[in-house]
């Protein structure tokens, strides 16, 4: 069972107004950050944040009049589980969704909005899929697979249509590896449209698995990742036969790295990326040396991020830079000490986000009290101006090294 160029093409052709074209365009803040020329396809802008709308609708057009009326079941840690949830809806096909219990809130939210049916069985992608097949053999569903279908990867490969209507000229371009659906599908339609073009599969290091696969390597996929739509132990076998021999190189990547990806395509391209979506990026700043003096494309493959955990990012990220910084200071315990440290940072310009006021360290004296501050700077520089002039003060200060 194979996937052909000319199968991508009629699955274009079928999309029609269902599926948005969405932009590919060159991110001059990314650019600058990364010192690359790089190019975002914003599939976070999908109907449903993601791009598997896609290969979804592809499968959901092939069933008979038979199959729809029965009914769907799907296995999902989220995009693919909104993206048959939306289609399904939209043709009149009854949907259920197995997911496991990783999957991010605003996903599970938003499939049962979106009309299916969500059932939270198992702790893996692999444990759902198992569930997913029991209920599609007894009740007859028809089971719509993430990536290990052939119509499903025809649909997801349209991307890479797109992508190089808009940059024809693309040296590069790099895709998310989950199980395999997106880059078997878009490795084959960049190849037929640019057979010079390289590509470039990235999955994180806790989920080597394409790498494994390639390689006959058995490096352990577990773990809790931030791209968790990527978290995939074992790629499709459909996938993995279209993938040899079209993929040029794959490369791992660490929770770090992902971090950074997704703070920086907030803070910089003034867009929401999750985990997976922001993994090209990644491996830009991870592995800067595969991509230097090259035209790059990403594929931002979807934006369903929780807004805790977006949150917790962008904190991490002022922390990461000395924006945020929590403070131990010891002090005489008599009165004024509260009002002068508050005073050094208000002269300093930096903003008191929490303070606790302990009398009862038994490391200090009983004459003694200590504060702990946290206050937010406009960088690390101004993070050190601050502790020089509390020191400066008398004040004996202390707290975790700023990370560089």
């Known amino acids: 069972m194979t996937v052909f160029f000319s199968h991508i093409e009629e699955a ?19 650019t600058q950050c990364t010192g690359i020329e790089v190019y975002v396809k914003y599939e976070n802008r999908q109907h449903t944040g993601a791009f598997k709308v896609r290969g979804a609708l592809t499968k959901l057009l092939t069933l008979s009049e038979e199959q729809r009326s029965v009914g769907v079941v799907a296995m999902s840690a989220g995009n693919h589980a909104q993206g048959v949830a939306y289609n399904a809806k939209r043709l009149g096909i009854p949907a259920t969704i197995v997911m496991p219990d990783s999957t991010p809130f605003t996903k599970m939210r938003n499939t049962t909005n979106l009309g299916a049916n969500a059932v939270i069985e198992g702790t893996t992608l692999n444990e759902a899929a198992q569930h997913a097949e029991t209920l599609a053999s007894t009740q ?11 119509c499903v990867i025809s649909g997801q490969g349209t991307i890479a249509l797109e992508v190089l209507a808009d940059v024809p000229d693309l040296d590069v371009l790099v895709i998310p590896v989950g199980g395999g659906g997106l880059i078997a599908g878009c490795a084959i339609a960049a190849k037929s449209v640019r057979p010079s073009i390289k590509i470039v ?32 132990s074992e790629i499709g076998d459909i996938p993995l036969s279209l993938i040899r021999g079209n993929v040029d190189e794959v490369l791992t ?24 979506g922001a993994a090209g990026l ?3 700043l991870e592995h800067p040396q595969h991509f230097s003096g090259r035209k790059v494309g ?37 009165p004024g000490q509260l009002h002068a440290v508050s005073g050094i940072c208000a002269d300093a310009g930096a903003n008191v986000l929490a303070v606790e006021h302990s009398r009862f360290a038994m490391d200090l004296a009983a004459t003694s009290a200590r504060l ?26 202390s707290g975790k090294e700023l990370m560089k």
Do not use: W
Not at 12 to 30: E, N, V, Y
Not at 212 to 217: D, K, V
Not at 268 to 276: L, R
């Open 201 to 232: 599969g990235v999955e994180p290091e806790l989920y080597p698995s394409l790498t494994n696969a390639l390689n006959g390597e058995t490096r352990p996929c577990s773990g809790s990742t931030l791209a968790e739509g990527i978290a995939v």
């Open 298 to 334: 990403l594929i931002l493959c979807g934006g369903n991020i929780d807004s805790r955990m977006l949150s917790s990012v962008l904190m991490r990220n002022m922390v990461r830079f000395g924006q945020v910084i929590t403070l131990s200071i010891a002090m005489a315990d008599k």
């Open 140 to 150: 007859g569903l028809t089971f719509i697979h993430p990536f290990n279908d052939k």
């Open 282 to 284: 990644a491996a830009l």
């Open 372 to 397: 702990d501050i946290t206050i937010e700077t406009q960088d690390q520089a101004h993070a050190e101006e601050v502790i020089y002039k509390m020191k400066s003060a008398g004040f004996s200060v």
């Open 12 to 30: 274009a052709k079928q999309h029609g107004d269902a599926i948005l074209h969405t932009q590919c365009c060159p991110s001059h803040p990314l």
């Open 253 to 276: 990547l660490s929770e770090a790295a992902i971090e950074n990806a997704v703070a920086m395509f907030a803070l910089h391209d003034k867009v929401v990326a999750e985990g997976a």
